[in-house]
Nanobody, 126 residues
Framework: QGQLVESGGGLVQAGGSLRLSCTAL????????MGWFRQAPGKEREFVAC????????SYAESVKERFTISRDHANNTVYLQMNSLKPEDTAVYYC???????????????????WGQGTQVTVSS
């Protein structure tokens, strides 16, 4: 079916930046919307950002607006999450996900995605 693989997580000080990447092995992501979610210890998985198939539509959780940017590169079959001005409360495992439907719009609900990566840990120290 094709596996999603995230990378780019790590430990960073508050105010720092990280760029997460998500690529698919064995399948193309071009026609699908993509999303980034995160899950902190003891909390529910939550929506972070989404992008439609051609990048013309994006949406962000209120908590990350103006700090995070989602983008995609069809040539490399990769989706990115640029995270700036990181805060300790951004600490979580970050997951990328592929939409269940064709990606004309941007999706935010977990149920709208049918393929998930294994996650990458982001830790922001104060």
């Amino acid at each position: 079916q094709g596996q999603l693989v995230e990378s780019g997580g790590g430990l960073v000080q508050a105010g720092g930046s990280l760029r997460l990447s998500c690529t698919a092995l064995g399948r193309t992501l071009h026609v699908h919307s993509m999303g980034w979610f995160r899950q902190a210890p003891g909390k529910e998985r939550e929506f972070v950002a989404c992008i439609n198939w051609n990048g013309a539509m994006t949406s962000y959780a209120e908590s990350v607006k103006e700090r995070f940017t989602i983008s995609r590169d069809h040539a490399n079959n990769t989706v990115y999450l640029q995270m700036n001005s990181l805060k300790p409360e951004d600490t979580a495992v970050y997951y990328c996900a592929k939409s269940r439907s064709y990606g004309t719009t941007c999706y935010q609900a977990i149920g709208d995605f049918d393929s998930w990566g294994q996650g990458t840990q982001v830790t922001v120290s104060s």
